[in-house]
Structures are given as structure tokens and as C-alpha cells.
């Protein structure tokens, strides 16, 4: 099965800050990585998907890139709304697996 | 609009069933992969189990087993059966649409497996 880590696990920024946040798979997953911003009781909802695609009614400013088998997640100019926790997920092959999450918090 | 409810949630002992059903609106379900994603209070996301357009189904090494997964085309509606239930199993259950990513997802259902 595939493993995914996220670093940082924890990331204190501020409103309008360059935020990224890295996402590593144990083994070759070509594009197949989404990501998901979850808020406080709330379903996750979805990013971008194969890397670096933005789903469609999600704001420019966030962007994915893939380099082998490391994807980042950046928000260009961090907003209010943007505190969440991030999660990836490898969609290349079953089982999925997550990343153990990325909360992003206001310094 | 396109939606998923979930519902079938509650407390179960130890060793009980549930059955987990997920109503799909605005889409069909049958045209789709469809997933269960779960996540255990204060903690992350945990992938379950998918069900292929085709009907092959397949799921997490910790549920393996124990869950099945099925779907209802006349009723537009996924199901999770869920036997053999243990302590942590508790969590947050969800459905979701699966396609290059989980673009729709239910609001959940919670599962507490308690005696």
C-alpha cells in the first residue's frame, strides 16, 4: 500500500502570506494526487486534483506542482477563510490513503 | 443540485452490525466509482472502501473482511454494512463521488461503537 507524509504538520501564517505545504508518497504515483481543505465540521473539499488541476469554482490563488514523488499545495496570498487543516490523497491506485493532514493556523 | 446524504448512524456495541446508506441526488450513482471515507473524532481522513461503475468493490486493510460496500440503482443510493464492529471503528462516516479526486461529499454520519 501506498503511503503519503505531509509536512509541516502545523503551520502558523499570516493573512496574506505564500503558504506551502508538501505532501511525499512512498512510491511512484505518476499525478494521481488530490488535495482537500477541510474546516471545523465540515466535509473536505476538493482543491485540485492530478497535482496541479484546479476543481473548478476554487480560487486562483491556490496551485499544486509534483516533482517525482514530491506534490506541494501553495496558497499564494493566504486569506481569512484559507485556515483550515489540507490534506492530499494518492488516487493512483486502491486502497487510497491520505496524508495525516496539515492545520493551518493565524499566527 | 448534486448531493449526498448519508444516514444509518448511531451507538452499536461491540461485535454489532450497522447498515450505512448514502442517497445520491443530481447525479446516478451506478455511473460512477463511489467511496467511504471515514475519520475518527479529532483525527485525519481514512479511506474505507470503493465501488466501481462496473460493481468491484475494494477496501482498507482495516475493514477488510468485516464491511461490504453494495449500491441500489433503483434507489440511487450506496450502502456500507458494516459487521463485527470494534472500538475503533468510531468515526465520522462519509460517502463520496469518486473521480481524479472525492469531488462530492455527504455532510456524514457518525458511528460510536461503545458498550
Known amino acids: 500500500d501506498i503511503q503519503l507524509t505531509q509536512s509541516p504538520s502545523f503551520l502558523s501564517a499570516s493573512v496574506g502570506d505564500r503558504v506551502t505545504i508538501t505532501c511525499r508518497a512512498s512510491?511512484?504515483?505518476?499525478?494521481?494526487l488530490a488535495w482537500y481543505q477541510q474546516k471545523p465540521g465540515k466535509a473536505p473539499k476538493l482543491l485540485i486534483y492530478?497535482?496541479?488541476t484546479l476543481q473548478g469554482g476554487v480560487p486562483s490563488r491556490f496551485s499544486g506542482s509534483a516533482s517525482g514523488t514530491e506534490f506541494t499545495l501553495t496558497i499564494s496570498s493566504l486569506q481569512p477563510e484559507d485556515f483550515a487543516t489540507y490534506y492530499c490523497?494518492?488516487?493512483?491506485?486502491?486502497?487510497?490513503?491520505f496524508g495525516p493532514g496539515t492545520k493551518l493556523e493565524s499566527k | 443540485e448534486v448531493q449526498l446524504v448519508e444516514s444509518g448512524g448511531g451507538l452499536i456495541q461491540p461485535g454489532g452490525s450497522l447498515r450505512l446508506s448514502c442517497v445520491a441526488s443530481?447525479?446516478?450513482?451506478?455511473?460512477?466509482?463511489m467511496s467511504w471515507v471515514r475519520q475518527a473524532p479529532g483525527k485525519g481522513l481514512e479511506w474505507v472502501s470503493v465501488?466501481?461503475?462496473?460493481?468491484?468493490?475494494e477496501y482498507g486493510d482495516s475493514v477488510k473482511g468485516r464491511f461490504t460496500i453494495s449500491r441500489d440503482t433503483s434507489k440511487n443510493t450506496l450502502y456500507l454494512q458494516m459487521d463485527s464492529l470494534r472500538a475503533e471503528d468510531t468515526a465520522l462516516y462519509y460517502c463520496?463521488?469518486?473521480?481524479?479526486?472525492?469531488?462530492?461529499w455527504g455532510q456524514g454520519t457518525m458511528v460510536t461503537v461503545s458498550s
Open positions: 512510491q511512484d504515483i505518476s499525478v494521481y
Open positions: 490523497e494518492q488516487v493512483n491506485s486502491y486502497p487510497h490513503s
Open positions: 463520496a463521488r469518486d473521480r481524479e479526486g472525492s469531488d462530492i
Open positions: 443530481g447525479f446516478t450513482v451506478s455511473r460512477y466509482y
Open positions: 465501488i466501481y461503475r462496473g460493481g468491484h468493490t
Open positions: 492530478a497535482a496541479s
